[in-house]
């Protein structure tokens, strides 16, 4: 995927040394490979989301009096097919047929992820994919085409399906594998049963013994992992924390609200408009980054292996222009990218530790399309 | 009524609700409907009377964007996740507080999970009362990506709005797909969940403020998730071919007995009618039929329910029984739902003290 990927994209960008409020340049955008639609490389397959033409033609295309549509916006395969097989659940109580999309790649089937078709999937490390579906999470083969339950039926004093709750209980979902594969961790309301409490608890299966056990207790979303196998949990209001994933001890790295995103070696987060915070998740340093036109986040987005964060900024906080602002983690270089001319920047995503895709869209057409920016290490001072 | 004088109709319709808009939100507000219409949007009309709530919008072929979802499962904020609806816009419900019929549709988000906004668009609204729950965010969306709103506000509920305070967000900020609003409230008054309102007004509170449906935002969605917007109304989708009116109708809910989110059929559909301006309001004996179980989705014949002979008019209004189930006992008192919608609880029979109601929110046909 990366050689596929760095064959495609001819902007290359070497980051500069960022001096007082830079002027945000936009000259990169022509020489970028540009692809329509919208794009995202996960576990290194490359995907085409669903975009606003592939909504419209759905919605186009209900029958009115049957109320069914013919054409579906899912997910695809952007490079090769993408074919469909059926797999059987049997568990539960669950006594359903479930489709999923796939592609071919070294000669495997890869599912891919489709929450158009009514689940979440994350691939295993044996090859393997776990689906969310149904308030619990059930292990695919997709060569074999079968599905089976994956978590543990009874953990302590708590029973899948005991009956005993007035509510509903979510048994595990928000999937997420450590980076070295051993541990799952899950978001459940199983406790609510007994506590009442239905804000839910953060778990881990560790894949190579079985055992499983709450590690924190409250929901939030899951920022990243780091290279030590800890993880990151953005509490809103309450901060970010880093979760040791075997004693379940935690520390807050971040005090109050901000925007964050997590590599697996460096957490950057802002809390206040101008600046922005970049921690050594090794040494626990803390730098503070100003300049390069930078004022208040809309997003941020770090590659795991990667040494740069991309973040969108609105230079003022009521237009709808952005600026896409690049950052080199080891050295604060950074460099600050205008908008393409005529689109606004929608989203963000990593392709691997080089490759940035920036989904845009054209603000008279609104058609939509995705770069492929090549980020440069060697930054020039 | 064939599909062409239907949309004629439709279009003149859509002409008296650009001219409530401009007085309620002025010009840009007038383009956007301009946009709706030219995208296909069927018709708009207001259902305002004593006590109504809900703005209805008609038809099966509108669609006033194709919003993303709230909910994301990638912390980029890309991947859409279609959080299960526990509850959906003009459901009735048994409720001990909280609006009945519902005024909104509950999405079964987790505590703290990211609220994105689901298009473009300005805040125009932010209250971080976090005692019960009522923390919410009101943005003013672009529907077609010009970078200007276009009078489309969604109302976020039970949120924590992101970074309330002097470096948070703030009204008068724009937000991208990609910017996080607000994470979902803890467990306060209610379980945590994603309270989510097509409001007509830049700010709640005000008694002229009016519920719209939220279909209209989701009519490329699957069967699988929200049956193409239909899981966030509990009447919507309404189409006429011929003298056939259809309808989709049910009820959603979170079962505890079997752990999983239902569609729920009405236990029947009414139509009210009466034929001619000047005639008697009453029920048909006929009741709408399932047509398409997938979609759920019904229909009447207007000419054989209600006896009309061709070239009359008539004036309908339905009403969808909702079945009990396990979240909706039998000993409920409210239990129906009303298309076109009405909110604060009105009367099945809205003719039972005097027509005016019901000729206020009924919509007419012409019997083929």
Redesign the interface.
Known sequence: MGKRLKAASAGLLILAAVSGSALAESDVWPQAAQEPGRLAVLQETKLQLPGNADKRKAAASIDPASGRAAVRAGVRAAEGSTGTFNAKLNADGLNETLTFRYTQSAGRRVPLPSPDLGYELHPLPDGQVLVEYASSLYKLNPDTKTLSPFLKAQTGSYRQGAGSSSKMIVWGKRASISPDGNVLLYWTTRSAAVSGREDGENWIKDLRTGEEKKVYGAGYTLLGWDTKNRFYLDLGDEGVVQVDRTGGSSAKLVTGSSVSAVSGTHLLSQTADGSLNLRDLSTGRVRTFRGGGLNHLRAASASYEGRYFAVINAPDRSSRVSTLILIDTKTLDSRTIAEPAGSSILGISWADSRHLLVQVRNRTTQAESTYTLEVEGEAKR | MNRESLEKTAADAGRTMEKRKRILRGRRALLAVCALLAC?AVSTVSAADYGARFLQQYG??V?TA?AMTPAR??????????APVESKTNQPRHVVSGTNPHNGADL?M?????VYAIL?G?VTEIKSDLSAQLGSVIVDH?I?????PDGVYIQYVHI?P???????L?V?????????I??VD??KRY??HLHIQQVSQSRSGASSSRTLPLYTLY???????W??G?DLDYLS?D?Q?GN?L?L?AYAAT????????DRNAPAEIQLHYKIGAGGKWKMSPVRFSL??A????Y?IDLRQATGARKGQDVYVYAAAIRASDPTFPASAAYRHGLWPQFYKQPDRVLYAASSARADQAARKFTIQ
């Not at chain 2, 499962?73 to 279609?82: C, V």
Request: glycine letters at 14%; proline letters at 5%.
């Open positions: 296909g099966v072929k669609s194709p499962s990638d912390a980029n904020g890309l991947m859409e996740s279609y079964a987790a505590s703290g999970e990211r473009p300005k672009d077609d990506g010009d970078g200007t924590d992101a970074g309330a305070g002097g470096t948070g703030r008068g900020d724009y937000v991208t797909e990609t910017t996080v607000g994470t803890r467990a379980n945590p009519r490329h969605t699957s069967s699988e998730t049956n193409a239909s989708s189409w071919s056939r259809y989709t979170d079962n505890p007995r079997t752990q999983r989110y047509y398409e997938q979609t759920m989705r229909r």
